[in-house]
């Protein structure tokens, strides 16, 4: 059979098996329409009537798609391809399209599925409800249904992959969505299931093998490994109000104290969104000026950083770091400024009062430089 779209070859198969439009909607649970809308090439059968529909109409899932081993290898390379990098696309609508479409072609693929769930949970975040917080939380239906979404996929493949890996991604993904529904409970026992790594990593281990400057190197880059992490837990600590300050403190406090020479290089990212947010925090109480020069401040950090990494690498100058080379791949992909990020910052309702000082323009010129 070569037909040219998954609703002629439905069509075909229906007609091949002596069923109507209304039988085979009847046995799949949906309307007659729907299936006249597939076979019209209007719309496309949802990725959980793929299994039905091939055994009602006695094919494979490769058949039902149209694919020919050849073609089969060709689009499963192509899928690959774009699930390795899909990470660096800051575009969450389009790897939307393209997960869904490999679940659709590779319906028992779970790191396709997995994928899909990843960009249905990011996809749930860019309702235009959610982004403006007006909307009660139980009123908003995208919001809602794209994280449910989400979840029973990652459901899916947590209990039928069988790669370690891709299961404790799965399971992540369902813990974080039990706990952006404010669903506690669920979200704790998922979060029990999730396994305990081996306190000893393979850094700890080739730390012990390695000598002169690797083991300088691999120092170095544990040491930057923990700085990260300890960002990562510091940042959780924002959800308190009272302790926002503190924990700004302590951030700053942690990063003078690494990199006495003020050459923080990518660093300086971190000082610039601590630089943001006390603007932000400032301009509420009405200190115009203090926000000014937060704004700037942080501008001046975004800069520090911007130059650091335009060639993808940096390399450090303070007693613990020295010599350490570091890189950030999403920026050599051109995924993010901090200018641009600056740019978007400003746009905040907040800084309305000081929208119109020539020292807030000027900052905003700065940023299309």
């Not at 950030?328 to 000081?354: H, Q, S, W």
Request: hydrophobic residues 35%; proline residues 3%; aromatic residues 12%.
């Amino acid at each position: 059979m070569k037909t040219t779209t998954i609703g002629e070859r439905i069509r075909d198969l229906r007609k091949k098996r002596d069923l109507t439009q209304e039988k085979l909607a009847d046995f799949l649970g949906v309307s007659y329409q729907a299936v006249s809308k597939w076979e019209c090439n209007l719309t496309s059968p949802d990725l959980g009537l793929i299994g039905p529909l091939t055994k009602l109409l006695g094919v494979t899932s490769d058949e039902l798609l149209g694919l020919t081993e050849e073609e089969n290898d060709e689009r499963r390379a192509y899928f690959d391809n774009e699930y390795k990098g899909y990470w660096k696309r800051n575009d969450f609508a389009a790897n939307y399209e393209i997960a869904k479409q490999a679940v659709e072609e590779y319906p028992g693929d779970f790191k396709y599925l997995n994928w899909l769930a990843n960009m249905e949970f990011y996809l749930a975040f860019d309702d235009e409800d959610y982004r403006q917080g007006v909307v009660p939380f139980d009123q908003l239906t995208h919001f809602q249904e794209s994280i449910n979404k989400s979840m029973r996929h990652s459901l899916t493949a947590y209990e039928n992959a069988t790669e370690e890996e891709l299961r404790n991604s799965a399971l992540w993904n369902v813990i974080l969505c039990y706990w952006v529904l404010n669903r506690p409970d669920e979200a704790r026992h998922y979060a029990e299931l999730y396994p305990e790594k081996d306190s000893t990593t393979r850094d700890d281990a080739m730390l012990l093998v390695l000598r002169g400057e690797e083991r300088k190197k691999l120092r170095q880059k544990m040491l930057i490994d923990v700085m990260n992490r300890l960002d990562v837990v510091l940042d959780n600590f924002y959800e308190d109000d009272s302790l926002v300050d503190e924990t700004d403190r302590v951030k700053e406090t942690i990063l003078h104290t690494l990199i006495p020479d003020g050459n923080y290089l990518g660093f300086a990212f971190k000082l610039f969104y601590i630089r943001i947010g006390q603007a932000k925090r400032t301009a509420k109480t009405g200190d115009r000026d203090a926000a000014l020069r937060l704004l700037k401040e942080a501008a001046e950090f975004g800069v520090e950083y911007d130059r650091a990494v335009q060639d993808g690498t940096m390399c450090f100058t303070a007693p613990l770091l020295n010599g350490y080379v570091s890189s950030d791949p999403e920026y050599r992909e051109g995924n993010f400024t901090c200018a641009g990020i600056l740019r978007d910052e400003m746009e905040a309702k907040v800084f309305d009062p000081i929208r119109d000082t020539p020292e807030f323009q000027a900052l905003l010129a700065g940023t299309d430089a």
